[in-house]
């Protein structure tokens, strides 16, 4: 993956390639028809093995009726090198409702 990275303090830019490789799995529980997801990526800069991201995503989805289900997403993101910082973080979690169609 070809990236540019902007800083917002200064106008320097960084063109960087990066492996993005990745593993998923999802869980099916029959007698409750929930579905849980689960999404790991590992994004390491080729020419610093050291600098590399990390972004997780899980998704539970419960399901009220045959069309309408509640699911709530928890989604994690670690950068090991940030210019101009020693390392960046965040997570957020959401909570809604999917119509199936």
């Known amino acids: 993956m070809y990236e540019l990275e902007k800083l917002d303090t200064s106008e ?5 390639n990066r492996n993005s490789s990745y593993v998923s799995f999802s869980v099916s529980l029959p007698k409750s028809k929930v579905i849980i997801t689960e999404t790991l990526y590992f994004q ?5 093995l050291g600098n590399y991201r990390i972004f997780q995503q899980l998704q539970a989805q419960f399901p009220i009726s045959t069309v309408l289900s509640f699911t709530t997403q928890f989604t994690y993101f670690y950068n090991s090198l940030v210019p101009g910082a020693s390392r960046d973080y965040s997570s957020d979690l959401s909570l809604g409702l999917s119509i199936n169609i």
């Open 44 to 48: 390491p800069k080729y020419s610093d």
């Open 12 to 16: 320097i830019s960084y063109y960087n």
